[in-house]
């Protein structure tokens, strides 16, 4: 079998996290099988559509790596791959089910159709309009819908991918529209017609469909037509784990997470842990351990949580395997001297699990690094009288002059830390001597240790800004 699989989704919204799992599960199926992945956009709702939606997709998809074989922009043997410039297809299909006796006019006004409803609910029984279908069919003009008749009721039992033997009874099948007034064809008519003429063997959906199911089953079965295999994902729920994720609880769209500085391979890998197992410990994965180890036979049938704590952690060691050149490219990260950016990038690589977060340090936490600070006389003797903070500070610059260029962290620290430790404590200890050092150096109450900042700043910025303390003391 060549495996062919698709994405459709409708514009009615900007790209979730749900909408880009399905169309990441069908790509890997597809790859992985060495088959086609496409994308196809079912804009038959005209009402319901939101402007700029379609070209906010494309996007989305483009960002997180999933490239289609066939659909918009890339063409191909089934072009258009909008619904909205199939519609004579559509028709070629209702008039053969027309022909079939499958399908008839809608002979009654919405007052009549509210009619039968209420009397059904008087009379506590379910609705359905395949009791109330006319007796004799008119020819259909256009003007009115078009409807579906169930060539049987019946009990109707599929295997599902993920979730094994499914069935559903009579109270499933029930005549349903296949084209409206407007002239466009309903979801539920739309979708079998294109994955036919498209040849989908693979249709991965979210578990909201399995109640249609059945129709669907009908409807091929009145074409004479094997329908695809069904592959239905688990719901993704919210951080407890008890609901179905939400706006409430965090639910963004897909493009938020890369104006927040994430790696689309770690969202890809993100994603698919999310009602996947892998089978093994394994947390990061490239593309092409994916596309190896993915099968449905590992999709859990039980909801997965959105685990932001996963997300960050998933991130962090993507952006970690960057090298330094990427890491200021793909981080769009900028600083006054560039030479010193680069040499705070092991501080960035520790504690952003964002380029979000990354940006944020430069301009916040590590701003000292790339303006002079100004300094308050209180803060600087905040742990001993004036003259011994200098005499400190002055033993320390004498050690800094005498450092090795381009000394490491570790040998700065060797170098300074036996003066530190030969205060005595009722002198301060230690801290008498490295509090007005960074602070010397900083500014901030709040940064990164002295030998790290001297290593950043470099032998001379540093001795410059401690002579710059001895000067207000």
């Given at each position: 079998?060549n495996v062919?699989t ?7 919204g900007f790209t ?6 399905t169309?990441?599960?069908?790509y890997?199926?597809a790859?992985?099988?060495?088959g086609q992945?496409i994308?196809r ?5 005209q009402?319901r559509?939101?402007e700029?939606?379609?070209?906010h997709l ?5 960002w997180?790596?999933?490239t289609w ?5 890339n063409?191909?043997p089934?072009?258009p791959?909008?619904?909205s410039a199939?519609?004579?297809?559509y028709?070629k299909?209702?008039d053969q089910?027309?022909?079939a ?6 002979p009654?006004t ?7 409803r209420?009397k059904?609910?008087?009379?506590k029984?379910l609705f359905l309009y395949?009791?109330h ?9 256009g003007?009115?819908?078009?409807r579906?008749?169930?060539p049987?009721v019946?009990?109707?039992?599929w295997t ?7 069935s559903a ?5 029930d005549d349903?529209?296949l ?8 979801y539920?008519f739309?979708?079998i017609?294109?994955d036919i ?7 991965v959906?979210g578990?909201?469909f399995?109640?249609?199911?059945p129709?669907?089953l ?6 004479d037509i094997a329908?695809p295999a069904?592959?239905?994902m688990?719901?993704i729920?919210?951080?407890d784990g008890n ?7 965090g639910?963004k ?5 890369r ?7 770690a969202?890809?890998n993100?994603?698919a842990l999310?009602?996947w197992?892998?089978?093994?410990e394994q ?14 036979d590992?999709?859990?049938k039980?909801?997965g949580?959105f685990?932001?704590?996963k ?7 993507w952006?970690r395997k960057l090298?330094d050149d990427?890491?200021v ?8 001297d560039?030479n010193r950016?680069?040499?705070a990038?092991?501080?960035l690589?520790?504690?952003?699990s ?5 940006r944020a340090m430069l301009?916040e936490?590590?701003a000292?690094?790339f303006?002079?600070?100004?300094l308050?006389?209180?803060?600087l ?7 011994s903070t200098?005499t400190?500070l002055s033993?320390?610059?004498a ?8 000394a ?7 170098t300074l830390?036996p003066y530190a ?7 301060g200890?230690r801290?008498?001597a490295?509090?007005p050092?960074?602070y010397a150096?900083?500014g901030e109450e709040?940064?990164p240790?002295p030998f790290t900042?001297?290593?950043i ?5 540093a001795?410059s800004?401690?002579?710059?303390a001895?000067?207000?003391l």
């Amino acid at each position: 079998m060549n495996v062919r699989t698709r994405y459709a989704p409708s514009p009615t919204g900007f790209t979730h996290v749900g909408g880009a799992r399905t169309a990441l599960f069908s790509y890997l199926f597809a790859r992985k099988h060495g088959g086609q992945f496409i994308l196809r956009i079912e804009d038959t709702d005209q009402e319901r559509e939101v402007e700029g939606a379609v070209g906010h997709l494309l996007e989305a998809l483009r960002w997180l790596g999933i490239t289609w074989d066939e659909g918009p922009d890339n063409g191909g043997p089934h072009d258009p791959y909008y619904q909205s410039a199939r519609l004579p297809l559509y028709k070629k299909y209702a008039d053969q089910l027309i022909a079939a006796g499958f399908a008839y006019p809608d002979p009654y006004t919405e007052e009549e159709v509210q009619a039968f409803r209420s009397k059904a609910e008087e009379e506590k029984r379910l609705f359905l309009y395949r009791d109330h279908r006319p007796e004799t069919i008119d020819e259909w003009d256009g003007k009115r819908p078009l409807r579906f008749r169930i060539p049987e009721v019946k009990r109707y039992t599929w295997t599902d991918l993920v979730r094994g033997e499914l069935s559903a009874g009579e109270e499933a099948l029930d005549d349903f529209i296949l084209i409206k007034t407007d002239g466009y064809p309903t979801y539920n008519f739309a979708h079998i017609v294109d994955d036919i003429e498209m040849g989908i063997t693979h249709v991965v959906r979210g578990e909201e469909f399995i109640s249609s199911t059945p129709k669907f089953l009908a409807l091929y079965e009145a074409l004479d037509i094997a329908p695809p295999a069904f592959a239905t994902m688990p719901v993704i729920l919210g951080p407890d784990g008890n609901k179905k994720l939400s706006k409430r609880d965090g639910a963004k769209d897909i493009l938020d997470y890369r104006a927040e500085g994430y790696l689309p391979e770690a969202m890809r890998n993100f994603l698919a842990l999310i009602g996947w197992n892998p089978g093994t410990e394994q947390e990061l994965f490239t593309d092409e351990e994916l596309i190896a180890a993915f099968d449905f036979d590992r999709v859990q049938k039980g909801g997965g949580a959105f685990d932001e704590q996963k997300l960050l952690f998933i991130n962090r060691e993507w952006m970690r395997k960057l090298s330094d050149d990427e890491y200021v490219t793909r981080g769009e990260l900028s600083a006054p001297d560039m030479n010193r950016l680069k040499a705070a990038l092991p501080l960035l690589r520790e504690r952003a699990s964002t380029f979000s977060e990354a940006r944020a340090m430069l301009t916040e936490e590590l701003a000292c690094l790339f303006t002079t600070p100004t300094l308050a006389l209180d803060l600087l003797i905040a742990k001993g009288p004036a003259e011994s903070t200098k005499t400190h500070l002055s033993h320390l610059q004498a050690s800094i002059e005498e450092l090795s260029e381009g000394a490491t962290i570790a040998s700065i620290k060797e170098t300074l830390m036996p003066y530190a430790d030969s205060i005595p404590k009722e002198e301060g200890g230690r801290g008498a001597a490295l509090w007005p050092l960074r602070y010397a150096l900083s500014g901030e109450e709040k940064s990164p240790d002295p030998f790290t900042l001297i290593h950043i700043l470099g032998n001379a910025e540093a001795s410059s800004r401690v002579r710059n303390a001895l000067a207000i003391l």
